[in-house]
């Protein structure tokens, strides 16, 4: 029977409980220690977009962005679930001339953007769906530069035995402490392979992107540096605008990413921490106020962060007439193991 974990947050309309979120959350500390946890830290989860800095190291360590002359946004992209609002589709335009890349190479197919505002805008103006406007599409134009530069063919880029996607694997398993035969693979929406491993796993890989220091590796070190800086310097390219990345991003000690179905991932630069927590119906309207949550419990002193949560998504439920109708509160405390 499959573990629902604990009780993160319950959503109340008037008085009376609407909907509780169950999950698992695991912290660890630089040690590779489990700090604290909420329900069970060993839980399985597919990683999903949560992979995504992990899967632009390839094209990084093999040089991809002085090859071509990518500029910071366009490397940025290589990490970012995008919404294709109008400056994201300039720079994947612009990443797309730099390399030589057409859309017709993506093996994620035409869409519209995830923005709502970007995508009413282009079904008003009679315009078709595209693959760049896919979220992943920054990701596979970075994979299919790599190729393009190494000559390795491109038909096949997505798929688990390609010399890329081994290299990711190998990357994953490298900065999760997990054998590589004890990754579970699966499909991703794009067509990418997707990663399960224990959160408490993917918690010490966010530390390690947080703070490469931990990295024995020196070109993964340097690649994991470069690239997290530029995260923290351009956070709105990692996804878009008022959205819960870059609002953690804009925190300078902070390396944040989340995934599809509810997988949420950060580690903390001073305080040497990782972090990861799904929440099991895979929601991510709950991912703010459980963030500023786990914040507050460890004491977390950029107030400003908390508070930069918690007006991207209100506790406060309003209904379409704009009056507070209900509540939601976080109802978990962090299990410490040590402290």
Not at 296 to 305: D, H, R
Request: net charge neutral; hydrophobic share 35%.
């Amino acid at each position: 029977m499959v573990d629902l974990g604990k009780v993160l947050v319950e959503e109340f309309r008037g008085d009376w409980l609407e909907c509780a979120y169950t999950g698992h959350v695991a912290g660890v500390n630089e040690h590779g220690e489990t700090l604290f946890h909420v329900g069970d830290e060993g839980y399985v989860s597919f990683m999903r977009s949560s992979s995504k800095p992990v899967q632009a190291l390839p094209a990084l360590l093999g040089g991809v962005p002085e090859h071509y002359g990518l500029s910071d946004e366009e490397i940025v992209l290589m990490t970012a679930s995008h919404r294709a609002q109008k400056f994201h589709v300039e720079a994947l335009e612009s990443f797309m001339k730099k390399t030589g890349i057409t859309e017709d190479k993506f093996v994620c197919k035409p869409t519209y953007p995830l923005n709502s505002a970007a995508k009413d805008e282009r079904i008003a103006h009679g315009e078709p769906p595209r693959s760049l406007y896919h979220n992943c599409s920054g990701k596979h134009l970075g994979v299919l530069a790599l190729c393009k530069m190494m000559g390795w063919p491109t038909h096949n880029y997505a798929e688990p035995d390609h010399p890329v996607q081994q290299h990711v694997l190998k990357l994953m398993s490298q900065l999760s402490d997990m054998p590589a035969d004890r990754i579970k693979l699966g499909t991703d929406g794009c067509g990418f392979p997707v990663y399960a491993i224990p959160i408490r796993n993917i918690a010490l890989l966010y530390l390690r992107l947080a703070c490469p220091d931990l990295i024995a590796d020196e070109e993964v070190r340097k690649a994991v540096v470069r690239l997290t800086t530029l995260m923290n310097k351009h956070p709105f390219y990692v996804s878009g605008t008022e959205l819960i990345c870059p609002t953690l991003l804009q925190d300078g000690n902070i390396v944040a990413k989340g995934g599809a179905k509810g997988i949420y991932c950060f580690g903390l630069r001073k305080q040497r921490m990782g972090i990861a927590f799904k929440v099991m119906d895979g929601s991510e309207d709950q991912w703010p106020l459980i963030v500023a949550h786990i914040l507050k419990e460890i004491e977390y002193p950029n107030v400003e962060t908390i508070e930069r949560l918690k007006r991207l998504s209100p506790a406060e439920t309003k209904n379409d007439n704009d009056r507070i109708v209900g509540y939601r509160e976080p109802k978990f405390q962090l299990q410490w193991s040590k402290k």
